[in-house]
């Protein structure tokens, strides 16, 4: 029995909606896969970004908690830095200790909480001026940092300050970034990035 043309208009269209609907589900198929990638790479960089972000929040406090502690009292910085023993050397190792201990929850931190290597520490102490008070061979102070009142002749000089500045490299998940011939453009795998932070020293005297 010869189907009716009706029928066979029935089949036709059947079997062209069908081809559509493989047409359709393959170009989705496509531009999921193409999509999907991107998508990743930018959740990813926020993540790393996030990252970053308390990253160099944590550097920063621990630079100002290094720095707080090394300017309590000038009598911190009296003493031989070649000897351990000295007020000058303990105040020292104690601000690492402090600035270590206070980064040592970052992912590439390197060390313990007694010392540390990243982020690395620099301790410096400032005259009036601004510029350095320690010799750039010995460490010895050039200046009396480690007086209070500071007295020049008659007068009284402004007290000297604490810098101390961290230096941390940090590690990205996903560099954000090409290669351009010799050129990589964006960022790179290693981020480094330094805090710093300076505090005056003063020599409070609690009332009795």
């Known amino acids: 029995m010869k189907p009716s043309p009706e029928l066979l208009r029935h089949r036709a269209a059947f079997a062209a909606e069908r081809t559509s609907g493989a047409q359709s589900t393959g170009q ?7 999509v999907l990638p991107i998508v990743l790479i ?16 944590a550097v920063e406090s621990a630079a ?37 201990a206070a980064t040592s929850d970052l992912v590439n931190f390197d060390g313990d909480s007694v010392s540390c290597t990243n982020p690395s520490i620099r301790v410096d102490v400032l005259d009036e ?9 010995t460490g010895q102070l050039l200046t009396n940092c480690d007086e209070s009142p500071r007295m020049q002749g008659a ?26 011939f010799d050129r ?7 981020l480094t990035f330094g805090r710093s932070s300076i505090f005056a020293i003063s020599d409070f005297e609690l009332d009795t």
Not at 28 to 34: D, N
């Open 64 to 100: 100002r908690e290094a720095a707080d502690y090394g300017a309590w009292r000038s009598g911190n910085w009296k003493g031989d830095p070649a000897d351990p023993l000295t007020n000058r050397s303990k105040t020292v190792a104690a601000m690492e200790s402090r600035a270590c």
């Open 28 to 34: 989705s198929l496509v531009e999921f896969t193409l």
């Open 129 to 137: 001026n601004g510029n350095s008070a320690l010799d750039p061979i």
């Open 155 to 180: 007068d009284e000089l402004a007290p000297c300050r604490v810098e101390v500045e961290l230096t941390y490299d940090f590690d990205l998940i996903i560099p954000v970034g090409i290669q351009f």
């Open 42 to 57: 930018m959740l990813l960089a926020i993540v790393d970004m996030s990252r970053v972000f308390t990253a160099v929040m």
């Open 184 to 190: 990589h453009l964006g960022l790179p795998q290693t």
